[in-house]
């Protein structure tokens, strides 16, 4: 029973903020790399950010010093702040838990997706 589940998009103009969250289920939330990663049309799902279960923190170019991942381990929530938005981050959101399994390969589980839309 891994649920994740995405709250926060919208519609926003061009230079403005929103605040993405994605409420996990169960027991493992601590131990998981969270991630958040977009999909536009036609193209391949790709990764925005992510933050290990201790904090540390990767970005993909084109969102460094926009954007911020945080986790709150005791709420079993993962949040991204979105800030100086631009019509190219349009997308569907879509919130990931990586967790290493006790035979060392990682599993994927995947929220269903919020949309993402700033207009210019």
């Known amino acids: 029973q891994v649920q994740l589940v995405e709250s926060g998009g919208g519609l926003v103009q061009a230079g403005g903020s929103l605040r993405l969250s994605c409420a996990a289920s169960g027991t493992w939330f601590r131990r998981s790399k969270m991630g958040w990663y977009r999909q536009t049309p036609g193209k391949q799902r790709e990764l925005v950010a992510d933050i290990a279960g201790r904090g540390s923190t990767n970005y993909a170019d084109s969102v460094k010093g926009r954007f911020t991942i945080s986790r709150e381990n005791d709420k079993n929530t993962a949040y991204l702040q979105m800030n100086s938005l631009k019509p190219e981050d349009t997308a569907v959101y879509y919130c990931?838990?990586?967790?290493?399994?006790?035979?060392?390969?990682?599993?994927?589980?995947w929220g269903q997706g919020t949309q993402v839309t700033v207009s210019s």
């Open positions: 990931n838990a990586n967790l290493i399994r006790s035979d060392g390969k990682p599993q994927d589980y």
